[in-house]
């Protein structure tokens, strides 16, 4: 099975801030990952696909890169919104996998 | 507007048996690989299984294979997931998700919670 690790497993950022997490497989995967925000008591959404395209309707601060076994997904100028949980997922091989999460807090 | 609504959801014994139903509107169900995918309340998101448009080739998770069965129904836009041999560790939030293109889950729906005690 590819694993994802995500970096970091948490962090506090405050609004306006730019941040960035990372998302490592244990194998090549080309551009076959996406990223989802999954706020409390709700399912995730869609952000990025394709490691770097924006998901329809998903503000332009979010932006996402990387190929093979590194990737990340930067949010640039944070908004009250934006604070929740971002999961990678890989879709290059059976069984898909997502990376463990990480938890964006308010400062 | 896509819906996915699931149903089936609620308490069961070890070893128990539970069929889980998401009933799709919005889209045409029949064109879209569909999967479920289950989360431990406060933990992350796994993947537990996918099945093609017309239900010709399925996966499963290790943990899920012999013991989930997903399945679908296109003339009723209803997916399904049928669960067997139930475990403690089997209890979480059950949701089930439309692929858009290849591996992206662009609609979800709100989840169903299984619990699995004795």
């Known amino acids: 099975d590819i694993q994802l690790t995500q970096s970091p497993s948490s962090l506090s950022a405050s609004v306006g801030d730019r941040i960035t997490i990372t998302c490592q497989a244990s194998q090549d995967i080309y551009k076959s990952l996406n990223w989802y925000q999954q706020k409390p008591g709700k399912a995730p959404n869609l952000l990025i696909y394709?490691?770097?395209i924006l998901q329809t309707g998903v503000p332009s601060r979010f932006s996402g890169g990387g190929s093979g076994t590194n990737f990340s997904l930067t949010i640039s100028r944070l908004q009250p919104t934006d604070f929740a949980t971002y999961y990678c997922q890989q879709f290059d091989v059976v069984p898909i996998t997502f990376g463990q999460g990480t938890r964006l807090d308010i400062k | 507007e896509v819906q996915l609504v699931e149903s089936g959801g609620g308490l069961v014994e070890p070893g128990g048996s539970l069929r889980l139903s998401c009933a799709a509107s919005?889209?045409?169900?029949?064109?879209?690989?569909m999967h479920w995918v289950r989360q431990v309340p406060g933990k992350g998101l796994v993947w537990v299984a996918r099945?093609?448009?017309?239900?010709?080739?399925?996966n499963h998770a290790d943990f899920a294979e012999g013991r989930f069965t997903i399945s679908r129904d296109n003339a009723h836009s209803t997916l399904y997931l049928q669960l067997s041999g139930l475990r403690v560790d089997d209890t979480g939030v059950y949701f089930c998700?439309?692929?858009?293109?290849?591996?992206?889950?662009?609609?979800w729906g709100q989840g169903a919670l299984v619990t699995v005690s004795s």
């Open positions: 998700a439309r692929e858009y293109a290849h591996g992206d889950l662009d609609s």
């Open positions: 394709d490691a770097s």
């Open positions: 099945i093609k448009t017309d239900g010709s080739k399925r």
């Open positions: 919005g889209f045409d169900f029949g064109t879209h690989w």
